[in-house]
T-cell receptor, first 110, second 113 residues
Framework: QKEVEQNSGPLSVPEGAIASLNCTYS??????FFWYRQYSGKSPELIMS????GDKEDGRFTAQLNKASQYVSLLIRDSQPSDSATYLC??????????FGKGTRLHILP | DTAVSQTPKYLVTQMGNDKSIKCEQN?????MYWYKQDSKKFLKIMFS???????INETVPNRFSPKSPDKAHLNLHINSLELGDSAVYFC????????????FGPGTRLTVT
């Protein structure tokens, strides 16, 4: 069983719509959850961190965490072409080791 | 004012050579990391240092040796380079222990011919 799973995509979303990115993880003892954005040829950039169940909003981004279902998601409202990138989900497991998913490629259609 | 910097940005070398990549952070963070991102874009942790002490050492060949002269620097030395070592290597740092929010350097694209 893979530790952090994401659909590789590409996920195509029309400009102005909501993009929904999903991630599941295997270690029930995980405590910290992160979303990173990586443009092609660039380094990963932290977008959101979430540590407790529920929603956390920051501008157009909302992270959602459900520890019972071992599920974390990222919603991007009013999607812009500049949001086109690969989004990496990262989870810190009970051993304090951060595990990255393989990323979901998001393509915003103008 | 770069937060996490790496040198060189590109490195092209032949099989069997030895090379080093340097990393420096000016964020005052306690923990630094090396990651490898392969051609399929999978980002995998290699090493983690906290205040110059090795705390994570994933299953990487012994040819890879990290060195942390102080908590602001973490260098990666690679001996006897192989074709499969070709990848982008990212350095990162985080304020606290491993597993915290991480800030990445620009990456070093290593090509072994």
């Amino acid at each position: 069983q893979k530790e952090v799973e994401q659909n590789s995509g590409p996920l195509s979303v029309p400009e102005g719509a909501i993009a929904s990115l999903n991630c599941t993880y295997s270690d029930r003892g995980s405590q910290s959850f992160f979303w990173y954005r990586q443009y092609s040829g660039k380094s990963p950039e932290l977008i959101m961190s979430i540590y407790s169940n529920g929603d956390k909003e920051d501008g157009r981004f909302t992270a959602q965490l459900n520890k019972a279902s071992q599920y974390v998601s990222l919603l991007i409202r009013d999607s812009q072409p500049s949001d086109s990138a690969t989004y990496l989900c990262a989870v810190t497991n009970r051993d304090d080791k951060i595990i990255f998913g393989k990323g979901t490629r998001l393509h915003i259609l103008p | 004012d770069t937060a996490v910097s790496q040198t060189p940005k590109y490195l092209v070398t032949q099989m069997g050579n030895d090379k080093s990549i340097k990393c420096e952070q000016n964020l005052g963070h306690d923990t630094m990391y090396w990651y490898k991102q392969d051609s399929k874009k999978f980002l995998k942790i290699m090493f983690s240092y906290n205040n110059k002490e090795l705390i994570i050492n994933e299953t990487v060949p012994n040819r890879f040796s990290p060195k942390s002269p102080d908590k602001a620097h973490l260098n990666l030395h690679i001996n006897s380079l192989e074709l499969g070592d070709s990848a982008v290597y990212f350095c990162a740092s985080s304020p606290g222990l491993a597993g915290d929010e991480q800030y990445f350097g620009p990456g070093t694209r290593l090509t072994v011919t």
